[in-house]
T-cell receptor
Framework: GAGVSQSPSNKVTEKGKDVELRCDPI?????LYWYRQSLGQGLEFLIY????????KSGLPSDRFSAERTGGSVSTLTIQRTQQEDSAVYLC???????????FGPGTRLLVL | GESVGLHLPTLSVQEGDNSIINCAYS??????FIWYKQESGKGPQFIID?????DKRQGQRVTVLLNKTVKHLSLQIAATQPGDSAVYFC????????????FGGGTRLMVKP
């Protein structure tokens, strides 16, 4: 079946602009996660959605970062007033439930000039 | 598998040999561990997982070993193939801190034909 999809695959923006990144999880998966991967680094947790519960935002690095998940499916990660240090690959994952295996999408490569 | 920024630890093996990739995890409360494979330009791909009530689990050509006493995880790949060349990440799921994954820094596996 279809895996996790993300769009756009690449995004180049200017410092100070806002960006929106989209994630379509695997159908039926109730849990959705956003991670960030800087060049040559491991993955850093950003935010977690489970069903209709309040999201776990403990990994968001600043208040410029926010995310929504509409209808328990698609999620959008928004970065306001982008900075050069925001340049990274933003990865989305979903799992059938909160303790199940997380499957990752291909990521969105963000470059802030 | 400690994080060393841009300079990932690298394991170079001959095609057909067995590979062993090691990882030290940090949280003694973690009860679920996963190995992911990440090829250049792609998202992490699930390989194998293990729960803390086991010390060994086998898949197709891969085996994961868990030593909770020393908080050590290893991934063994039998008869390594060129297609196994990638960066391998271990991840732990410390449920006492939420359902997000905490990733190690990664190990680059290079398979020489």
């Amino acid at each position: 079946g279809a895996g996790v999809s993300q769009s756009p695959s690449n995004k180049v923006t200017e410092k100070g602009k806002d960006v929106e990144l989209r994630c379509d999880p695997i159908s039926g998966h109730t849990a959705l996660y956003w991670y960030r991967q800087s060049l040559g680094q491991g993955l850093e947790f950003l935010i977690y959605f489970q069903g209709n519960s309040a999201p776990d935002k403990s990994g968001l690095p600043s208040d410029r970062f926010s995310a929504e998940r509409t209808g328990g499916s698609v999620s959008t990660l928004t970065i306001q007033r982008t900075q050069q240090e925001d340049s990274a690959v933003y990865l989305c994952a979903s799992s059938l439930g909160p303790t199940e295996t997380q499957y990752f999408g291909p990521g969105t490569r963000l470059l802030v000039l | 598998g400690e994080s060393v920024g841009l300079h990932l630890p690298t394991l170079s093996v001959q095609e057909g040999d067995n590979s062993i990739i090691n990882c030290a995890y940090s949280n003694s409360a973690s009860d679920y561990f996963i190995w992911y494979k990440q090829e250049s330009g792609k998202g992490p791909q699930f390989i194998i997982d293990i729960r803390s009530n086991m010390d060994k689990r086998q898949g197709q050509r891969v085996t994961v070993l868990l030593n909770k006493t020393v908080k050590h995880l290893s991934l063994q790949i039998a008869a390594t193939q060129p297609g196994d060349s990638a960066v391998y990440f271990c991840a732990e799921n410390p449920h006492n801190a939420g359902n997000m994954l905490t990733f190690g820094g990664g190990t680059r596996l290079m398979v020489k034909p």
